[in-house]
């Protein structure tokens, strides 16, 4: 199976959602690998400090920093982990014609923005885009670092309602934690609890479900 873990703009997150879902289908007994493609290489960086010193999880989930597509073609047809997540570059210099590649495995897009208006219409945009190739499914959404106020987290009713205008069938609400996006943050750090259910719908045969 490949994730393709997707953000119309940047800074919305998408790197760090990228390390932890591999992170948690590791914990689930998965074989992952995370090929971090983005040019910042923050996808690595966060996997590590998750795992954190003497948490060993026996070679299950490993991450690779990779420069251009074409050496992500190559480990993609010689891998042999049961789960791959992509964590591409910026959007606008995604090429969509790698998804062929994926051959007859199950390949599901995960969308991440954020709460602003602007990134939510740049995801709307990009999934409508992306909708008509075929390769790959708009599986997912992850509405990421939602301040963490009252009147932002309870308005899931605005957060279903663009899920259903996405198409997808798992969407998830994440509050912003800065730990998880600080250089100068000490210890390991721990999976947000939303991510990991997000993470068991993706890969589950029941496959839908809202998270907040």
């Known amino acids: 199976m490949f994730l393709l873990v997707l953000g119309a703009k940047g800074g ?3 790197s760090t959602v990228a390390a932890t879902l591999a992170l948690q289908l590791a914990k689930q007994g998965r074989e992952v690998l995370l090929l971090d493609m983005d040019p910042l290489n923050w996808s690595s960086y966060v996997l590590e400090r998750l795992i954190g010193n003497g948490r ?3 070679g299950r989930v ?3 920093k990779v420069r251009g597509e074409g050496p992500a073609v190559e480990l993609i047809k010689l891998r042999n982990q049961e789960v791959c997540v992509l964590d591409p570059p910026p959007i606008t210099r995604w090429k969509v014609k790698t998804e062929p590649l994926f051959g007859g495995e199950v390949a599901k897009r995960v969308y991440v923005t954020d709460s602003s208006i602007s990134s ?3 995801t709307i945009a990009l999934a409508s885009f ?3 190739h075929t390769h790959a499914v708009n599986a997912g959404l992850v509405v990421n670092m939602v301040p963490p ?3 932002e987290l ?3 009713s605005k957060f279903r309602r663009l899920c259903e205008e996405l198409e997808v069938s798992v969407c998830g609400v994440v509050p912003f934690d800065e ?3 600080s250089y100068s943050a000490e210890g390991p750090l721990d999976v947000p609890i939303q991510l990991m259910e997000i993470a068991y719908l993706l890969v589950s045969e029941r496959s839908s479900g809202f998270v907040d």
Do not use: D
């Open 154 to 156: 309870a308005n899931s």
């Open 56 to 58: 060993s999880l026996e």
């Open 62 to 64: 490993n991450s690779i």
């Open 179 to 181: 730990r998880l996006y």
């Open 12 to 14: 919305v997150g998408k």
């Open 120 to 122: 939510v219409k740049s």
């Open 149 to 151: 106020v009252p009147e």
């Open 130 to 132: 992306l909708r008509g």
